[in-house]
């Protein structure tokens, strides 16, 4: 199981797994499973603790929040409110993959803004070639105007942040939204409207949404039972064309997070999602190569499981400056610049492109593709740039042909992976 421990930041951050050197990649895992948490952890200062909690404690409740976060093994755990008890915390939590501590809260008691809480974004590996963008957000809280419209720029923030840079991706948004769907001020519903994302309590309640202008159907301060009543921290979710992503329930851990004495750890009841995905039949995405500069681009939304390739074309000198997918269909796809030496290479009937090769390398601190090598089921090659000592082969599933292309691109190609259809059925209708 994937396992990764995430405290807040209030920027933007991009983490994936690298990829070794020089692999070559089999047979991909067609289905699995996770969950996610969101945890509030109370992190200020004692003087500023809603508890009233004295120093001495706020140790003892980070500690055996740390504690539970290991013994429930959770998958991925979005943290917020991490500031002056962070050591603490990451001492008795054994998740092997964090990210930077934000820096601790000077006391102040001044309100919040988007300098103290913002969103974090990260592209998790969760298997070969299956990637969800997972976001870590702390909107700002208060029920003044002023707080309302912050709050409402904070969401909307991040749903155009997911429009640019999450196109044709799956995605997770999880965490405290300081937003109510009863509160008529809040736009929380954004993620829904805007961005196609379910929310996963709404879901787990038969898709009942709390009307706006009702009173708040606020939870108590201790464990839970049912999951009725309706708290800030929430987990929003999608698929993709090639990644169907379903919750497959939606909890209150409350009861996980308590201290010796049955006392709530934390002010925020952690909320957890357990997740399954599938490969969607007749598409599939290789992994992602290289750096992670440039902009986003993503041809997924733009192919379908009967799609096939007319042509391709690589462009390059000492690096891949560019690629050119045609479909027979007749959609173009062009990513990068307009450097280097250009190769065509027109596929036969019944031809497709089964296997990549990627090198990349370092250009002025920026890592970026260098080399590429596509190869046909019938052994033709077409190749741009030169090879590097970090390179990996992208092998297409049997009877699965490139048809698209995903990652990073600007003046050269930076990010790299590939997008897979069906080409024929093995032992069928393949030769």
């Excluded at 500031?83 to 008691?109: A, E, W």
């Amino acid at each position: 199981m994937l396992r990764r421990s995430i405290s807040f930041l209030a920027a933007v951050l991009l983490c994936s797994a690298a990829p070794n050197p020089n692999i070559t990649k089999h047979a991909i895992a067609t289905s699995g499973a996770f969950n996610v948490l969101s945890l509030s952890v109370n992190g200020l200062p004692d003087v500023l603790d809603p508890f009233n909690a004295p120093g001495a404690q706020k140790d003892r409740n980070t500690k055996y929040m740390g504690i539970a976060l290991s013994h429930y093994d959770y998958g991925v755990v979005n943290v917020q409110k991490d500031f002056n008890y962070h050591k603490i915390l990451y001492q008795h939590d054994n998740h092997p993959f964090r990210t930077k501590f934000s820096g601790r809260s000077d006391g102040s008691g001044v309100a919040m803004t988007l300098e103290t809480t913002g969103f974090t974004f990260m592209r998790v590996r969760i298997n070969e070639g299956v990637y969800i963008d997972m976001i870590n957000l702390h909107a700002d809280d208060g029920i003044k105007p002023g707080d309302d419209k912050a709050r409402r720029w904070n969401i909307r923030q991040v749903s155009e942040f997911i429009t640019a840079n999450s196109v044709g991706n799956a995605v997770i948004v999880f965490g405290n939204t300081n937003s109510r769907y009863t509160r008529s001020e809040d736009n929380v519903g954004l993620f829904t409207s805007q961005n196609g994302l379910t929310d996963a309590w709404v879901q787990a309640n038969k898709g009942k949404v709390p009307a706006a202008g009702t009173d708040a159907i606020v939870c108590p301060k201790e464990a839970l039972s049912n999951i009725s009543c309706e708290v800030v921290d929430k987990v929003f979710y999608r698929g993709s064309p090639a990644i169907n992503l379903d919750s497959l329930g939606f909890f209150y851990d409350t009861s996980r997070f308590l201290s010796p004495k049955g006392k709530m750890l934390t002010d925020h009841h952690p909320v957890r999602v357990d997740f399954e995905y599938t490969l969607r039949n007749g598409l599939r995405q290789s992994d992602l190569y290289g750096g992670p500069h440039a902009t986003w681009f993503n041809d997924l939304p733009s192919v379908h499981p009967l799609s096939k390739l007319a042509f391709i074309v690589l462009c390059g000198a000492s690096r891949l400056d560019s690629l050119v997918l045609k479909l027979e269909s007749g959609e173009i796809f062009t990513h990068g610049g307009s450097g280097g030496d250009c190769y065509l290479l027109l596929l036969r009937p019944k031809e497709y492109i089964t296997s990549v090769k990627l090198c990349w390398g370092k250009k002025r601190a920026h890592t970026r593709i260098f080399y590429a090598r596509a190869s046909t089921n019938t052994g033709r090659p077409i190749r741009a740039g030169t090879t590097t000592n970090y390179c990996a082969i992208a092998n297409a599933p049997a009877g699965y042909g490139v048809v698209g292309a995903y990652g990073k691109a600007g003046d050269e190609m930076d990010l790299l992976g590939f997008i897979y259809a069906q080409q024929c059925v093995v032992g069928k209708l393949c030769n």
